[in-house]
Nanobody, 128 residues
Framework: QVRLVQYGGGSVQTGGSLTLSCAASTRIFDSVTMGWFRQALGNEREFVGGINWNGDKINYGDSVKGRATISRDNAKNTASLRLNYLKPEDAAMYYC?????????????????????WGQGTEVTVSS
């Protein structure tokens, strides 16, 4: 079982930055892929980015490429998403997720269905 607890989020001005964190309570954290997704009201859940177990493969969604940085600290069982130059369209509920089937693989899936554990979500609003 993997439990993910998210921190961060809130209201940010356009052009600002934010960092979201995800803490995992599992011994296998250091062996699974971690992903970040977001979902705006009325939209489907969208892939933001992800990092495989040892950090040697990182993927970003097209909408955040060049503005996002994903990292992980396996010693602390945490993953982070930093997003810079926020735009109004970045406003959404953000989720971290774990792909436990990607155990020690150099794989970062962009598909929601490949992630089997999810954080509670944290809301990000962007004000002008």
């Amino acid at each position: 079982q993997v439990r993910l607890v998210q921190y961060g989020g809130g209201s940010v001005q356009t052009g600002g930055s934010l960092t979201l964190s995800c803490a995992a309570s599992t011994r296998i954290f250091d062996s699974v892929t971690m992903g970040w997704f977001r979902q705006a009201l009325g939209n489907e859940r969208e892939f933001v980015g992800g990092i495989n177990w040892n950090g040697d493969k990182i993927n970003y969604g097209d909408s955040v490429k060049g503005r996002a940085t994903i990292s992980r600290d396996n010693a602390k069982n945490t993953a982070s998403l930093r997003l810079n130059y926020l735009k109004p369209e970045d406003a959404a509920m953000y989720y971290c997720a774990a792909d436990s089937k990607g155990y020690r693989l150099r794989r970062v899936s962009v598909r929601v269905r490949d992630y089997d554990y999810w954080g509670q979500g944290t809301e990000v609003t962007v004000s002008s």
